[in-house]
């Protein structure tokens, strides 16, 4: 038995199911997870020595690929003065400037530990500042595991059929309006009916949860103008498509902007790191300045600024995402012409470094019903395949793919190269 079979086996008698967060438990595609010892760059290596190509990165954070030095090097640098404070520590201030800078809607910043505490939050306060209870969300978009938000879910809940939760209160699920992504004639006739109840939208504007899917032309533009006449807030989830898609997130890819925006993910180069920020007559509702109490004992934490900090500060350099997203595109499209040469029905998407592979013969997918429909079983055919050769691909259907600066052009080849063999086998 190897290590990681072990392990498994050890860690499923004190953690349930043997794991902190329920997708790296390998339960959808089957066999055993791989426990990863260290990550290098693009690599990974599990703790049996086998290296992979990493195409999970962390669930998005490792835009520079893992083990960044200058972010070791921040961290360290902050950890020889102490772990936490708990008070205003300069880092912080200087992140939410920068934060700020880059992404221009945020005027003002809190920051969490986590996507989940910055969504709830968000919500909470588009709440509180428009006194009205009822939320929207989309079909298959995931915003963590708060309450209101895990209704019609998607990633691990989706992977794991449980999108809406055992445990939501029907009571707080009825406030939780569910609407088709990318249908915009819906959602209008929902606000026509509801629109004075509703306190805000909360969309991930690239959807990577469901997979990856951008959003319908006009679909952002369309949600935005619903916000504005019915006087709610839109929120834009960029947990995972802040400083993924573009240094300024899709509201820059798409020139829309939100009132309210929700980051995670990159922002803390790999520490626990999470934030909220937009208009600031919302955010001034927040506590201590307003009455919707918001607050966190590690939030803002010294080591997570100064690697957030080291984060944004590499890859807000001219040149980091035209990089990302070539390589990106050039993956997507060696993958593809490798499936279309063994016949394997195949779609993709790609936004920036964010990419999505569907099994199936449909030429765009563009919402939740579609990409349940893709051909699960072949995917999973595939993951192990590709996990075989040394790929590691999220272990789910229903997630997107992220690339790093890391990934060379050999590592590239190597990928497309292990999906043609995998491809051909799959075909057989
Ligand atoms: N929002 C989106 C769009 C996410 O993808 C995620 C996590 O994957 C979250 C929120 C929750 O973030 P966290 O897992 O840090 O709580």
Not at 70 to 96: H, K, T, W, Y
Request: aromatic share 8%; net charge negative.
């Amino acid at each position: 038995m190897n290590n990681s079979k072990q392990l498994f086996e050890r860690a499923q008698h004190t953690i349930p199911g043997g794991v902190n967060s329920p997708v790296r438990a390998f339960k959808s595609v089957g066999g055993t997870p791989v426990f990863i010892e260290k990550a290098d760059g693009p690599y990974i290596f599990d703790v049996d020595g086998k290296r992979y190509i990493d195409y999970i990165g962390s669930w998005g954070p490792m835009l520079l690929g893992h083990n960044h030095p200058a972010i070791r090097q921040a961290v360290q640098q902050a950890a020889e003065n102490g772990l936490s404070f708990g008070a205003p520590c300069p880092a912080e201030v200087d992140m939410a400037e920068l934060v700020s800078q880059l992404v221009p809607s945020m005027e003002m910043v809190r920051f969490v530990s986590s996507g989940t505490e910055a969504t709830m939050s968000a919500i909470r306060l588009a709440r509180g500042y428009t006194g009205r209870d009822t939320i929207l969300k989309f079909e298959g978009c995931y915003h963590g595991h708060a309450d209101s938000l895990l209704v019609k879910a998607g990633s691990g809940a989706l992977t794991l059929g449980v999108p809406n939760s055992p445990g939501v209160p029907a009571d707080f699920a009825k406030y939780t309006l569910t609407a088709e992504f990318n249908n915009l004639p819906q959602l209008e006739a929902i606000f026509a009916e509801r629109g004075q109840d509703i306190a805000c939208i909360i969309v991930e504007p690239v959807a990577g949860n469901m997979n990856c899917i951008p959003p319908a032309p006009g679909f952002l533009e369309g949600l935005r103008a619903l916000c504005d006449q019915y006087g709610s807030v839109l929120i834009f989830d960029e947990v995972m498509t802040g400083f993924r898609v573009a240094l300024g997130g899709a509201q820059a890819v798409y020139g829309v902007q939100p009132d309210l925006t929700t980051l995670g993910k990159i922002i803390g180069g790999g520490m626990p790191v999470g934030a909220f920020g937009g208009k600031r007559a919302i955010m001034q509702h927040i506590a201590p300045t307003g009455p919707v109490y918001q607050a966190g004992t590690l939030s803002g934490n010294p080591l997570a600024m100064a690697a957030g900090l080291a984060a944004l500060n590499a890859i807000r350099q001219p040149g980091v995402y035209e990089a990302l997203t070539e390589k990106t595109s050039q993956l997507i499209a060696g993958i593809k012409a490798a499936a279309d040469k063994h016949g394997v029905p195949l779609a993709t998407t790609q936004v920036g470094g964010m990419f999505g592979l569907f099994f199936t013969k449909e030429q765009a997918i563009s919402n939740f019903a579609q990409a349940t429909q893709c051909n699960i079983e072949a995917f999973k055919q595939f993951f192990h395949l590709m996990l075989n050769e040394g790929v590691y691909l999220a272990p789910s259907a229903y997630e997107a793919g992220f690339l790093s600066l890391a990934h060379s052009e050999a590592d590239l080849a190597a990928t497309i190269a292990a999906a043609d063999r995998s491809f051909a086998k799959l075909a057989a």
